[in-house]
């Protein structure tokens, strides 16, 4: 087992975040890891998520614990990849547990540093381990373990449950046929 010790320079703590084999938790990726610990039933590669998640579940660009930072395929990531929040530490750090990040392995309590010009987690660095963060990754942003906001809910008052889009209001008036 291999442990990293990363300082917090805003805490001034320390924080361990253990890699364990990933063939003893039956994980060798992160989309069945991150489906299993956020409950977050989406299936597909990771870069598919954040358009699977539309109309699902709520996206966004906060982070929270258990929701899901979506990250977008790259060169060197062309599935993308799925890490779920564990702790948010503030409003550009957090700690993630994730599954294949490190080949075969299950991480947990992983420093990522939101480093977006815009503060929105579109760009994120993950620890290296020894105070060190590797390389700019793109996000798509959050996906939270609820419904998204612009959907309704109707029950009869028993066990039947409709789901809807929020109607957006129709407009009255007929366009005018005389104009050519």
């Given at each position: 087992?291999?442990?990293?010790?990363?300082l917090?320079?805003?805490?001034?703590?320390?924080?361990?975040?253990?890699?364990?084999?990933?063939?003893?938790?039956?994980?060798?990726?992160?989309?069945?890891?991150?489906?299993?610990?956020?409950?977050?039933?989406?299936?597909?590669?990771?870069?598919?998520?954040?358009a699977e998640?539309?109309?699902?579940?709520a996206?966004?660009h906060?982070?929270?614990?258990?929701?899901v930072l979506?990250?977008?395929?790259?060169?060197?990531?062309?599935?993308g990849?799925?890490?779920v929040?564990?702790?948010?530490?503030n409003?550009?750090?957090?700690?993630?547990?994730?599954?294949?990040?490190?080949?075969?392995?299950?991480?947990?309590?992983?420093?990522?540093?939101?480093?977006?010009?815009?503060n929105?987690?579109?760009?994120?660095?993950?620890?290296?381990g020894n105070?060190?963060?590797g390389?700019?990754?793109?996000?798509?942003g959050?996906?939270?373990?609820?419904a998204?906001?612009?959907i309704v809910?109707?029950?009869?008052?028993?066990t039947e449950?409709?789901?809807?889009p929020?109607a957006?209001?129709?407009?009255?008036?007929?366009?005018?046929r005389?104009?050519r």
């Open positions: 087992m291999v442990h990293h010790v990363v917090h320079e805003a805490r001034r703590d320390h924080v361990r975040y253990p890699h364990r084999l990933a063939s003893s938790h039956g994980y060798r990726w992160c989309v069945p890891y991150a489906r299993d610990v956020s409950h977050i039933d989406i299936k597909g590669d990771a870069f598919l998520w954040w998640a539309a109309g699902r579940y996206r966004g906060r982070p929270e614990p258990r929701a979506n990250f977008r395929p790259t060169g060197r990531m062309p599935l990849h799925v890490a929040v564990a702790k948010v530490i409003s550009r750090e957090v700690l993630v547990n994730q599954a294949n990040w490190i080949p075969d392995t299950v991480s947990h309590d992983v420093p990522v540093i939101d480093v977006s010009p815009h929105n987690w579109t760009e994120v660095r993950v620890a290296l105070g060190r963060f390389m700019t990754y793109p996000t798509y959050f996906i939270y373990d609820q998204p906001s612009n809910y109707a029950s009869n008052g028993g449950v409709a789901e809807a929020v957006h209001k129709i407009r009255l008036t007929a366009p005018n005389k104009l």
